[in-house]
């Protein structure tokens, strides 16, 4: 059975700093690209920030400088690392789970984030 968790959201004040984590199991993790997606109320899903299986990254435009992904294939984990947090931050960030040319998709349930002094 694939689960995937993720934890690390909350309440933080503008300008600081979150790390979010999600744990992958019951895939091959390594071979899964990974991705960081969120949505805000009223809202359509918007992807934050990917890594493929081979460690290459890519982020919106609106997160770049500021947020960082990386992987841990011997965790099997994904982390988010969110700095200079803006109230525009705010939503439910999920995390996905991607093996190319397949349909092999999978999300998390979602944590929130939200960025309000």
């Known amino acids: 059975q694939v689960q995937v968790v993720e934890s690390g959201g909350g309440l933080v004040q503008p300008g600081g700093s979150l790390r979010l984590s999600c744990a992958a199991s019951g895939i091959i993790f390594k071979i899964y690209a990974m991705g960081w997606y969120r949505q805000a109320p009223g809202k359509q899903r918007e992807l934050v920030a990917a890594i493929t299986s081979g460690g290459s990254t890519n982020y919106a435009d609106t997160v770049k400088g500021r947020f960082t992904i990386s992987r841990d294939n011997a965790k099997n984990t994904v982390y988010l690392q969110m700095n200079s947090l803006k109230p525009e931050d705010t939503a439910v960030y999920y995390c996905?789970?991607?093996?190319?040319?397949?349909?092999?998709?999978?999300w998390g349930q979602g944590t929130q984030v939200t960025v309000s002094s």
């Open positions: 996905n789970a991607d093996r190319r040319f397949t349909i092999e998709n999978y």
